[in-house]
């Protein structure tokens, strides 16, 4: 994946969103935007290479309809979305009436993670936010009725 279905998906002159600034080197960050879109959901974001072990540093990204769960052992579904670039990190802002993703976009959380792994099916990181903090694992489903960009999130500690 590559910043290209990001730009695709956007109108610059349009919505307030960024373009994308291209950074080599991650600073392990995350954040979470709770997005006001036709639906409610939050977007979770981790600061990583595009590929694994390779390419250039993006937000891999899930949405996550009822955010992550701060319970352990709570899996909860989490949609991969479209790779997002690295200066989206601070995005707040209010994307217009038409625009892909309209709606009001708002940081509900943020900080630093830890990764622990990073396998094509499953993503271990501990989370060290103002609200979010513990060991978080996300995991590819295959099957169970779920499309091919299903995850789960869940909380091991
Ligand atoms: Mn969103």
Redesign the pocket.
């Known amino acids: 994946m590559s910043l290209e279905e990001y730009k695709k998906k956007r109108k610059f002159k349009i919505t307030p969103e960024p373009e994308p600034e291209i950074l080599q080197k991650s600073e392990n960050r995350f954040v979470i935007?709770e997005?006001d879109?036709s639906h409610l959901?939050?977007?979770f974001r981790l600061e990583m290479p595009t590929e694994i072990g390779s390419g250039d540093i993006v937000l891999k990204?899930w949405?996550t309809p009822k955010n992550l769960p701060e319970e352990a052992g709570v899996k909860r579904l989490a949609i991969q979305?479209e790779d997002h670039p690295a200066n989206y990190i601070g995005f707040e802002g209010k994307i217009p009436k038409g625009e892909y993703?309209a709606?009001i976009?708002k940081i509900w959380d943020k900080g630093k993670f830890e990764l622990i792994k990073r396998d094509p099916g499953h993503i271990q990181f501990i989370l060290s936010g103002k609200k979010i903090k513990g060991e978080y694992n996300l995991i590819k489903t295959k099957g169970f009725g779920g499309s091919k960009n299903s995850w789960l999130i869940f909380k091991s500690r």
């Open positions: 935007q997005h879109a959901h939050y977007d990204s949405a979305t993703g709606g976009v």
